[in-house]
T-cell receptor, first 110, second 112 residues
Framework: GESVGLHLPTLSVQEGDNSIINCAYS??????FIWYKQESGKGPQFIID?????DKRQGQRVTVLLNKTVKHLSLQIAATQPGDSAVYFC?????????FGAGTTVTVRA | DAEITQSPRHKITETGRQVTLACHQT?????MFWYRQDLGHGLRLIHY???????NKGEVSDGYSVSRSNTEDLPLTLESAASSQTSVYFC???????????FGDGTRLSIL
């Protein structure tokens, strides 16, 4: 079946380095994608989104890249900080409903 | 500041009991959603609403119901709680049905 998924369940990053979190999707009709961050005991927090008519979008320390040819989405975090330790989810919008991947746990090493 | 709040934050109940989880948002968003989060499954959509008196079933709606009598609230009811419904439940709202959803901090529900 079609689904949204993340390539790796865990990612360990040295503080100050850049992080790249990947996500693959299989529904070519999806036209909207969102990245969320979830800290322990909290709800998912919106980070950044991108529509299918764009390839790249930048926010504060974060960049989302969308490659529709290979159905791939990535989140880049610049100069990773300890506060970036969390679970990151990508979500795909189909028929106005979001489908979430299982998440990547990012751990920042001091 | 506008926000979305869920209550209770934690609840323990017994199988067969009726349970209602509250969700209240002060953004005046028309669109509201309920998800459950389980290990290995990410977030799965239970029910959603695009406005007052509108409710729709999501991916995992069996055993759950919602009602929307006003813009601010979308309570989720488990008619007869089952152990398989032990989970963390999240409510979300959005201004645009195809836009970013903003989540509450969840209710951890344990059914014994």
């Amino acid at each position: 079946g079609e689904s949204v998924g993340l390539h790796l369940p865990t990612l360990s990053v040295q503080e100050g380095d850049n992080s790249i979190i990947n996500c693959a999707y299989s529904n070519s009709a999806s036209d909207y994608f969102i990245w969320y961050k979830q800290e322990s005991g909290k709800g998912p927090q919106f980070i950044i989104d991108i529509r299918s008519n764009m390839d790249k979008r930048q926010g504060q320390r974060v960049t989302v890249l969308l490659n529709k040819t290979v159905k791939h989405l990535s989140l880049q975090i610049a100069a990773t900080q300890p506060g970036d330790s969390a679970v990151y989810f990508c979500a795909e919008s189909r028929d106005y409903k979001l489908s979430f991947g299982a998440g990547t746990t990012v751990t920042v090493r001091a | 500041d506008a926000e979305i709040t869920q209550s209770p934050r934690h609840k323990i109940t017994e199988t067969g009991r009726q349970v209602t989880l509250a969700c209240h948002q002060t953004w005046n968003h028309n669109n509201m959603f309920w998800y459950r989060q389980d290990l290995g499954h990410g977030l799965r959509l239970i029910h959603y609403s695009y406005g007052v008196q509108d409710t729709n079933k999501g991916e995992v709606s069996d055993g759950y119901s919602v009602s929307r009598s006003n813009t601010e609230d979308l309570p989720l009811t488990l008619e007869s709680a089952a152990s398989s419904q032990t989970s963390v439940y999240f409510c979300a709202s959005s201004v645009d049905p195809d836009g970013p959803q903003h989540f509450g901090d969840g209710t951890r529900l344990s059914i014994l």
